[in-house]
């Protein structure tokens, strides 16, 4: 017997309905990344193992999926790494490819190599899949789609506060209010470092850091500890684990704690700026809030980070994210590039707005009309009328085979279609048909000429 087929864990199969509204989504999303002036690009599926690599920090390296070289790849596998069971050099010669794990990193090999056909500054859009080797959970999946919104060859401050107001004007039109914009800068973490004297640790305790709202303060710290930063550190960082107040208030904090570090003074300043820019123009539907602790760990960013949370009450993690990262093309040999960017996570917007029915029935709605099918010569004039219908945008289908009607009528309610028509062997003769309302279950009789009228 035959066993039964399954899917990979963290992926799934997406029905007719789920189709549709994720493409909704993807639309909204689309729409504005238009309205804002951003291109269209694409790029493959896997990148060249060590265009991935590297980029986004040890967790990250971990969670890529590599892709065996093709035929006998053990031919070619290092017989030292093979011998002593070191995966990550053996995996450098078994794998030369690898599925992007996100669409930033490709995006900045895109620059460097059409650097010659692009204006800058260059604001580009990209929807398309990612995958990474995490633990599936809700919300967090092993493929998924990323939609982000990218600007290079700028370093004007004025590009976050467009890319906050993005992702303002997607939520708005989505009717998703109370989101939170967190904002965070990376200076301001170096900074921190540096005024605790843990420099050296930056990655380690940024990494860390990230993690507060997730496992807890103890367990933070316990991390830290664990990584090589001196107890004496940790305690200098105490106090940022419960900074509050207003957004301006933080900073004002935050710039007494980094008053000797010039570099976290001017994270500090750059936060500031896109607060103040930000209240010349207010956000309709989300508000912002400064975490210093925020960091999402990735090590490409050197600016301004930025994440999103879902609305108050919504178990979710983040759905949304970014930030500025003005070495990231530097990488690929292409220097003196800044680089901002945004990303909207399709799959977790999509739970959040069915957690709080938000989607709107009418993009939910079936195919408009169904035929059935009485037999071959009634069928030919159905396909004329079908043809009609079509042609005028009126969604139309014609049951293939002169079943029997209780099945026919079956399928047309099961695919829920407001309409049914039927044209047998009398109104082929009198040149009518009879339209029924599926919803209320009055029907009428037209004339053939009058269908297309009525049902547009």
Same mark, same amino acid.
């Given at each position: 017997?035959? =066993?039964?087929? &399954? ?21 909204? *999303? ?10 269209? *690009? ?51 010669? *078994? ?94 973490? &170096? ?38 930063? &001196? ?12 900074? &509050? ?160 009607? =209780? ?50």
């Amino acid at each position: 017997m035959a =066993q039964k087929p &399954s899917l990979p864990k963290g992926t799934r199969d997406f029905t007719p309905s789920e189709v549709i509204r994720r493409n909704y989504i993807m639309d909204v *999303i689309r729409n504005q990344f238009k309205l804002f002036g951003f291109a269209p *690009i694409e790029t493959p599926s896997f990148e060249n193992y060590d265009t991935l690599m590297g980029k986004y920090g040890e967790e990250g390296d971990r969670l890529i999926f590599k892709i065996l070289n093709s035929g006998d790849y053990l031919k070619k596998a290092n017989q030292e790494a093979l011998k002593e069971q070191d995966s990550q050099k053996l995996t450098s010669s *078994i794998s030369e490819k690898a599925l992007r794990y996100d669409l930033t990193v490709p995006f900045a090999r895109y620059v460097v190599q059409h650097q010659n056909e692009i204006d800058f500054p260059f604001k580009r859009y990209q929807i398309q899949p990612v995958w990474r080797a995490d633990r599936p959970q809700k919300g967090r999946f092993r493929e998924f789609f990323q939609c982000d919104a990218d600007v290079v060859g700028s370093n004007s401050l004025l590009q976050e506060v467009e890319l906050i107001q993005l992702y303002d004007a997607v939520f708005s039109d989505l009717s998703l209010n109370g989101v939170t914009i967190k904002l965070n800068n990376r200076k301001i973490l &170096s900074g921190i470092a540096e005024v605790i004297g843990a420099s050296e640790f930056l990655i380690d305790f940024t990494v860390a850091l990230d993690k507060l709202d997730k496992i807890g303060k103890e367990k933070v710290i316990e991390e830290m500890l664990s990584k090589g930063i &001196s107890q004496s550190a940790v305690q200098m960082a105490d106090p940022l684990f419960s900074i &509050s107040g207003t957004s301006l208030e933080q900073l004002a904090s935050l710039k007494e704690f980094l008053k000797n570090s010039t570099l976290g003074t001017e994270g500090v300043n750059e936060l500031e700026f896109i607060l103040q820019s930000l209240e010349n123009t207010p956000l309709k539907t989300a508000s912002i809030q400064i975490e210093v602790t925020l960091a999402r760990g990735l090590n490409y960013y050197t600016g301004a980070i930025i994440e999103v949370g879902a609305p108050e009450g919504v178990q979710m993690g983040s759905i949304g994210g970014g930030g500025r990262y003005d070495d990231l093309t530097s990488i690929f040999g292409l220097k003196n590039v800044g680089g901002v960017g945004i990303s909207f996570g399709l799959d977790r917007i999509y739970l959040v707005l069915e957690e709080l029915d938000l989607f709107p029935a009418t993009i939910a709605s079936a195919p408009k009309v169904f035929f059935v099918n009485f037999g071959d010569q009634e069928a030919q004039n159905c396909i004329k009328l079908i043809q009609q219908l079509r042609a005028e945008g009126v969604s139309a289908e014609l049951y293939p085979s002169s079943a029997k009607m =209780q099945k026919q009528m079956k399928y047309a309610n099961n695919r829920n279609y407001p309409f049914v028509v039927l044209l047998g062997e009398q109104e082929l003769n009198d040149q009518t048909v009879v339209v029924k309302n599926m919803g209320s279950g009055d029907q009428q009789t037209v004339s053939q000429k009058e269908l297309v009228g009525l049902l547009k």
